[in-house]
T-cell receptor, first 113, second 110 residues
């Protein structure tokens, strides 16, 4: 499928478990982003990547790990899930970093019990 | 802390009216400004972007930028029920950091 996809779309896990959210894009965009969206906070940047093997922290990186071994994939791992990480997670990609449109995936709704 | 502020709403307008959505930002060095629309349960999608002071029109949508006042707005003319959504203002502060506002919920009454 063309575009940007995320999996799983819904996930329920327990406190302390490791969870990995997957993101895949077919446009060969250089830049990829992970956001979380919580009521009243809008979208907050967790991590971003400018290219394969280049990643950097965003506004709220604590408790998350990313990797980018291939241009098209950008997985987000919660090392030890906490209830405060219950959120909707959006992956996005862009042809460039600054000043350009970001294309968003459908989102993953994560619940940590 | 760089911020983007929006009135959370809901903003309710009758069908056919003009909806006016406003956004202020704190970083004077910001260069690029975006409006995304997000339907309930869906992902954001870009509807307008603006880089220069003044107005930019695209169909029923007009984005307005005033860098001196650090103010961005979105006007939706002839509002339709299908415009009912949350509108996110986003500001590019440089260095790959786009800051999103919390969004304004718009409800267009048929």
């Amino acid at each position: 499928d063309a575009g940007i996809t995320q999996s799983p779309r819904y996930k329920i896990t327990e406190t302390g478990r490791q969870v990995t959210l997957m993101c895949h894009q077919t446009w060969s965009h250089s830049y990829m982003f992970w956001y979380r969206q919580d009521l009243g906070h809008g979208l907050r940047l967790i991590y971003y990547s400018a290219a394969a093997d280049i990643t950097d922290k965003g506004e709220v990186p604590d408790g998350y790990v990313v990797s980018r071994s291939k241009t098209e994939n950008f997985p987000l791992t919660l090392e030890s899930a906490t209830r405060s990480q219950t959120s909707v997670y959006f992956c996005a990609s862009s042809d460039s970093g600054s000043g350009y449109e970001q294309f968003f995936g459908p989102g993953t709704r994560l619940t940590v019990l | 802390q760089k911020e983007v502020e929006q009135n959370s709403g809901p903003l309710s307008v009758p069908e056919g009216a003009i909806a006016s959505l406003n956004c202020t930002y704190s970083d004077r060095g910001s260069q690029s400004f975006f409006w995304y629309r997000q339907y309930s349960g869906k992902s954001p999608e870009l509807i307008m972007f603006i880089y220069s002071n003044g107005d930019k029109e695209d169909g029923r949508f007009t984005a307005q930028l005033n860098k001196a006042s650090q103010y961005v707005s979105l006007l939706i003319r002839d509002s339709q029920p299908s415009d009912s959504a949350t509108y996110l203002c986003a500001v590019d502060t440089g260095g790959f950091k786009t800051i999103f506002g919390a969004g304004t919920r718009l409800f267009v009454k048929a």
